[in-house]
T-cell receptor
Framework: DAKTTQPTSMDCAEGRAANLPCNHS???????VYWYRQIHSQGPQYIIH???NNETNEMASLIITEDRKSSTLILPHATLRDTAVYYC????????????FGKGTSLLVTP | EAGVAQSPRYKIIEKRQSVAFWCNPI?????LYWYQQILGQGPKLLIQ????????DSQLPKDRFSAERLKGVDSTLKIQPAKLEDSAVYLC??????????????FGPGTRLLVL
């Protein structure tokens, strides 16, 4: 699985958009970009995933660059409940879609 | 839909003792994963099952860790004997296991183990 690089921490004001970047310059053509988050003392929670095209669901939007070397997770209107560690992971069927977690980005949403 | 269940939620043992964790995946999910999460780090995959067969156990310390999923549903993870560095949260996750589609994993709340 390709290695991903994320900032260690970020802050965001409540109600504003949170944009979390991720670099995955060695991603292979069949690896998907997955985003999970982990709220304190809970198990990780799936957010969204994509291959080439931008994706949107009820939780977030995922913007993947055309060369697929980086992506951005967007939480359009961050709330205090979005405070969590966000993990960007590249995965495919070769690894049985097992997740190789890094340290993620610790997002703090402030009032 | 019930989520992934794990028990116990907390366990404190002394080093060299044995401990076992139990996981009940989401009904119908063929793939089951065990992860270890040490404080301050992301989860690390220990073992992956597809039904009752092992897909990947390359990061499982087999001298002390064992896992089984005998009937392809519930799973147990055992540590014998435990070391201080085994103190961590042990997370169980499951997914449908249909290789035609990208897999989404659903995680349980985890078991917090403290080895003294």
């Amino acid at each position: 699985d390709a290695k991903t690089t994320q900032p260690t921490s970020m802050d965001c004001a409540e109600g504003r958009a949170a944009n979390l970047p991720c670099n995955h310059s060695t991603i292979s053509g069949n690896e998907y970009v997955y985003w999970y988050r982990q709220i304190h003392s809970q198990g990780p929670q799936y957010i969204i995933h994509g291959l080439k095209n931008n994706e949107t669901n009820e939780m977030a939007s995922l913007i993947i660059t055309e060369d697929r070397k980086s992506s951005t997770l967007i939480l359009p209107h961050a709330t205090l409940r979005d405070t969590a560690v966000y993990y960007c992971i590249a995965s495919n069927s070769n690894s049985g879609y097992a997740l190789n977690f890094g340290k993620g980005t610790s997002l703090l949403v402030t009032p | 839909e019930a989520g992934v269940a794990q028990s116990p939620r907390y366990k404190i043992i002394e080093k060299r003792q044995s401990v076992a964790f139990w996981c009940n995946p989401i009904s119908g999910h063929a793939t089951l994963y065990w992860y270890q999460q040490i404080l301050g780090q992301g989860p690390k995959l220990l073992i992956q099952f597809q039904n009752n067969g092992v897909v990947d156990d390359s990061q499982l310390p087999k001298d002390r860790f064992s896992a089984e999923r005998l009937k392809g549903v519930d799973s147990t993870l055992k540590i014998q004997p435990a070391k201080l560095e085994d103190s961590a949260v042990y997370l169980c996750a499951s997914s449908l296991g249909d290789r035609r589609y990208q897999e989404t994993q659903y995680f349980g709340p985890g078991t917090r183990l403290l080895v003294l």
